[in-house]
């Protein structure tokens, strides 16, 4: 199972995620659902470095199996609104894959 942790503040503001596991949804190079996890948090992070002048903190294992995402505190409050915003986009599209494959994938909140 791919547990998705998210990490946001009592206003919403998201600070950091972190994915680890795997969905063993089916075999390696066939699994649907990593993919789209794994497409979907590596979309969210590009984006933040193209459209944004953030730097997130960005850590993960060279299996796959491990991904973490730290947002910096101190950015410009325009600058952590588009950021934002991509890693709210990011939590609805994980958030749909766990509707439909709940039993691979799972979302927390702290």
Request: avoid cysteine; hydrophobic fraction near 50%; charge should be neutral.
């Given at each position: 199972m791919i547990k998705v942790k998210i990490n946001q503040s009592?206003?919403?503001?998201?600070?950091s995620f972190s994915m680890k596991g795997h969905a063993d949804f089916a075999e390696h190079g066939s699994d649907i659902v990593c993919a789209g996890a794994s497409a979907v948090s590596f979309?969210?992070?590009?984006?933040?470095f193209a459209l944004t002048n953030a730097e997130p903190i960005i850590d993960q294992s060279s299996d796959g199996g491990f991904l973490s995402c730290s947002i910096p505190n101190d950015l410009p409050e325009e600058e952590d609104k588009q950021v934002q915003?991509?890693?709210?986009?990011?939590?609805?599209?994980?958030?749909?894959?766990?509707r439909d494959y709940g039993k691979y994938i799972k979302l927390t909140f702290n």
């Open positions: 009592p206003d919403g503001r998201i600070s979309g969210a992070i590009n984006a933040v915003l991509l890693l709210k986009g990011m939590v609805v599209s994980l958030q749909t894959i766990e």
